[in-house]
């Protein structure tokens, strides 16, 4: 399996958008979190995301297939992801975790990596987790059904 990302443009907006719909409908629909889920959001949000001068936005490919998406935060003292997403066709297969590798290794410099997921999704929090993020701070209750959970990994080099 080879993971490699390209960095999208505006251009992408519209592939990302759909992508990203379908990627997080069945969360929307588990959690009716329609004040925060990334599957409400225009595809004009995600055009100035993808302006933003501190955001690389990222499509995903795996063995040159369109599989997903990743977006990078540059901030002085850390890297956020905030989304990242894989299609559900593609889950399961370690892609999020290569790309987490793939995205360390394009940033040598960041010491420090942030990011939240749902405390209720137990193979998110897993993952991350086995990719050396450790929970911190308060969790933040979205609904009854929902709550957010922050992960910062710390890198030693």
């Not at 933003?52 to 850390?78: L, N, S």
């Not at 209720?120 to 050396?132: F, R, T």
Request: glycine share 6%.
């Amino acid at each position: 399996m080879k993971i490699t990302l390209s960095l999208a443009g505006v251009e992408d907006a519209n592939a990302i958008h759909a992508m990203q719909i379908r990627s997080f409908a069945p969360l929307l629909e588990k959690y009716q979190d329609t004040g925060t889920s990334p599957a409400l959001q225009s595809v004009e949000h995600i055009r100035e995301r993808i302006e933003q001068p501190a955001t690389d936005y990222y499509i995903i490919r795996c063995d040159a297939e369109t599989v997903g998406a990743i977006r990078i935060v540059r901030k002085e003292q850390f890297n956020r992801v905030s989304p990242v997403f894989v299609l559900p066709e593609y889950q399961g297969r370690g892609i999020a975790r290569a790309t987490f590798a793939v995205v360390e290794a394009r940033y040598p410099d960041v010491r420090r990596w942030e990011l939240d997921t749902v405390l209720q999704e137990k193979g998110n929090c897993y993952l991350y987790e086995s990719l050396g993020y450790r929970r911190y701070g308060e969790e933040k209750t979205i609904n009854e059904r929902m709550t957010l959970v922050f992960y910062e990994k710390e890198i030693v080099r």
